[in-house]
Every structure is written in structure tokens, then in C-alpha cells.
């Protein structure tokens, strides 16, 4: 298990020199391994359904407001929207992005590592809960169908909860906030691809899902698209009825698919 | 601040150490730990029959990690069963100022006036799901425990 985790890390993380990330950078073709199709595939999906908004290219403009490897914390300069995702080329696992773009699978990409740590566990034969500090997926015994109790942290007071998820075995529970990964007057680690500026509307999202890479990703994606008034885009993307809760300036949210409680 | 994050952990130590590495994706964090051992209630008699490979007892360690806001640091206290198992776990993060602090301070302006919430310590969970930061610092603080124990 250890290995799978180390092998993802070396391949997607955005904060070592010596992985596929640098090399994608200097413009080479890469074989990302056999993770690529589905957590890339993902991406294709997630990118489509916020217009933009959602793009694994965005590793450059997250470093220009110095969120890079060496944690700067210092804009350089303007915000730098994210090359199209359509300059990219696949070819199954392999990649090849224009030269200087940053591959950055932030969104997704701990969510996707959820599953697959509860992937091993479950080959196994064994059940597990996998909470990746909040992102987690449920696997647990299923004969008494006991849903899982998980408090969705307030983002401004980490003793209290705006609500309550009741998340079923089988389903994953993943959030997104601003507050923590922040660094100076509005700057924090949820970009819009399209201007590399941060979101500005939404300060936190909880998403639950049949896996924890979708949960993660589609938490990213409500940052820029309201769940409510896209219902039918998401439905037409393969994400019928989502269980979403978010807070934004006009306070707390939760769609009516939602299992469990807010407090608001 | 203080935070039971975790409150009743029933994996044995080699799951739980895993799924708290899966946490730390992105980076090496944590590299700049402080252990503070104390097995203070550390049983021997129960370590003698116990078949794996650590001592059971209550152990505690810090751990530090970066974040954009600057170095932070959490206390992790566990306790370890003879038979392996960690049966408690608790995450405190030593609040330090900083940046982190600050941006609080700036959405609890503007948030918290409208959505209050509950207490989470009043509330019957078993999990929390928020902004993750903790984990680096988590994973090097259990890491030290590991040690220990194993020695």
C-alpha cells in the first residue's frame, strides 16, 4: 500500500523535481502509468462541466500567486490563466503539454488516491473506512448499512460544524475549503483556470459521491458553478441529483439529494 | 484550540499509518519533528504477551509541517493496545498565530456572523471533513510514535 501511495506521489506531485510533472514542463512526452486514462479522464469531464473553470494545467498559475514548490507565498507578478486543456495531447497514458505548462491534479488527485488506498484494502477482502484528513470513503461494513457520521468542519472555527453527512457505505465524502491553504489578502489555492485568479464567491464545499476522485474534483467544480441552478449540466455529465452542501457570502447551501444535516 | 479530530480509531497501526500517509500527497512535509516520547503508561506486562512488534501504551509526539501560512505544528496522542491496535487518537494543532490565524480571524468576519454552526465535540460523529493542512505534520508525528514503539 505504501508503494501504491509512493508511486502516485512520484508521478503526479506537483512538488518534486523529479517527477513526470517537471519533465511534462520542459515539454516532453510522458507516460504517466496505468492511473493516467481514469483520473485524467476525470479531469476531461470536470473541465468540460465548468466551462473552463477546472483545468489540471492550472500548476501555473497557482505558482505565479507563489503557491510553488518552495512555498515563495509571493505573487509574481499578474494572475496567469491556465493553458487549454485541449493543448494537451494524450495518446492513452501518455501526455505531452505545451512547453511550460504545470500539470497541477490538486482537484482530484487525493480524492483519486482515496480509492485507490481503499482499492488495496479491498482486494483484500477487507473493509476500511480511508479518511484522508476529510477526504474520505466509506467501505465499512455493510450488514448493519450503518451510514457514517462526518462532521463538515466550519472553515472560520475548526471546533464546530455546519452540518452533519450521513454518508453510506459505498460512497464518498469529500470537501474543499479556502481558508486554510491561504496566504495573503485573497489568495488561496482554488484558482479559476480561466483568469488564475482565486475564487472569490465560495468559501467552502462538501460533495458526496460514488467515489472519492469524483467527491473531490466536483467540490473543486462547485467553487464555480452552483449546483442548484446547473442541476441539469451536471445530470447531462453523469452526476445526477448531487449530494452537495457550500457556503458562500450568502451563507450555507444544500441540495435537496443531500443525506443528512445543516445547521443553517 | 483544540480539536479531538479522531476520536476512536479501531485499524490496526500498520492501516492507520497508511491511510494517514495517503494524506500527505503532494510533499515531503513534516521533516522537522520533535519528538517528545512519554509511554508514561506504557504496560510491559501486556507488551510481553502481546505478538506484534511494538509496546503497547499511551504515546504522544509532535510534529511540525509547512504551509502557506507558515510553520505549523499538531500533537497527536495515541494509545496502542497490546494486540496492535491504536484504540485512541487525538490531533491537537498547536494554534501559533501567523497567517493561518489572520485568515481566520478575516472569514469568521464575514462567515461566521451568518452560519454559526454546532460544536463539533456535541455532536455524535465519527469523522470530520474540512480543509486539510494536518496531515504532514500528522504523518510525522506518528511516525515518531512508530519508532518509539518499535524500539
Known amino acids: ?264 | 484550540m483544540t480539536l479531538p479530530r479522531t476520536k476512536k480509531l479501531t485499524l490496526t497501526t500498520v492501516a492507520a499509518a497508511t491511510l494517514l500517509l495517503s494524506a500527505c500527497g503532494g510533499s515531503d512535509e513534516g521533516d522537522d519533528t520533535t519528538p517528545t516520547p512519554s509511554p508514561e503508561a506504557a504496560d510491559e506486562t501486556a507488551s510481553e504477551e502481546g505478538s506484534g512488534s511494538y509496546s503497547a501504551g499511551d504515546y504522544s509526539a509532535e510534529g511540525s509541517y509547512q504551509t502557506p501560512g507558515g510553520t505549523q505544528s499538531v500533537v497527536v496522542d495515541l494509545t496502542l493496545e497490546e494486540d496492535g491496535t491504536v484504540s485512541a487518537v487525538t490531533v491537537e494543532p498547536q494554534a501559533d498565530g501567523g497567517n493561518s490565524e489572520q485568515f481566520q480571524t478575516k472569514f469568521a468576519g464575514g462567515i461566521a456572523d451568518k452560519v454559526v454552526g454546532v460544536k463539533i465535540d456535541d455532536l455524535n460523529v465519527s469523522k470530520v471533513s474540512g480543509s486539510s493542512l494536518t496531515s504532514g505534520g500528522f504523518n510525522a508525528a506518528v511516525d515518531e510514535i512508530k519508532a518509539e514503539a518499535a524500539a
Not at chain 1, 73 to 100: I, K, N
Not at chain 1, 124 to 139: E, I, K
Open chain 1, 1 to 264: 500500500m505504501t508503494a501504491r501511495v509512493v508511486e502516485f506521489d512520484r508521478t503526479w506531485s506537483r512538488f518534486r523535481d523529479d517527477g513526470a510533472v517537471a519533465r511534462l514542463r520542459a515539454g516532453e512526452t510522458v507516460d504517466l502509468g496505468p492511473d493516467a486514462p481514469a483520473l485524467l479522464g476525470l479531469y476531461d469531464r470536470l473541465e468540460a462541466l465548468s466551462d473552463g473553470a477546472v483545468n489540471p494545467l492550472v500548476g501555473g498559475g497557482l505558482e505565479a500567486l507563489g503557491y510553488d514548490a518552495g512555498y515563495s507565498l509571493r505573487p509574481m507578478g499578474a494572475p496567469v490563466a491556465a493553458p487549454a486543456w485541449s493543448s494537451a495531447r494524450r495518446d492513452g497514458s501518455t501526455l505531452t503539454l505545451p512547453e511550460g505548462s504545470v500539470l497541477d491534479v490538486g482537484a482530484a488527485g487525493k480524492g483519486f488516491l482515496v480509492d485507490a488506498v481503499a482499492a488495496v484494502v479491498l482486494a483484500t477482502g477487507q473493509q476500511c473506512v480511508v479518511d484522508a484528513s476529510g477526504d474520505l470513503a466509506h467501505h465499512g461494513p455493510t450488514s448493519d448499512a450503518a451510514p457514517l457520521g462526518v462532521a463538515l468542519e466550519h472553515p472560520a472555527d475548526p471546533s464546530r460544524a455546519v452540518g452533519v453527512a450521513e454518508l453510506a457505505p459505498g460512497r464518498a465524502l469529500c470537501g474543499s475549503a479556502t481558508n486554510r491553504r491561504a496566504w495573503g489578502q485573497d489568495l488561496h489555492h482554488v484558482l479559476d483556470a480561466r483568469d488564475g485568479r482565486p475564487a472569490r464567491d465560495v468559501v467552502a464545499t462538501w460533495v458526496v459521491a460514488g467515489s472519492a476522485a469524483e467527491a473531490d474534483g466536483l467540490a473543486t467544480a462547485l467553487f464555480f458553478l452552483d449546483p442548484v441552478g446547473n442541476a441539469d449540466r451536471l445530470a447531462a455529465a453523469g452526476w445526477p441529483d448531487l449530494e452537495a452542501v457550500w457556503l458562500d457570502a450568502t451563507g450555507l447551501h444544500a441540495t435537496s439529494s443531500f443525506t443528512g444535516e445543516v445547521f443553517a
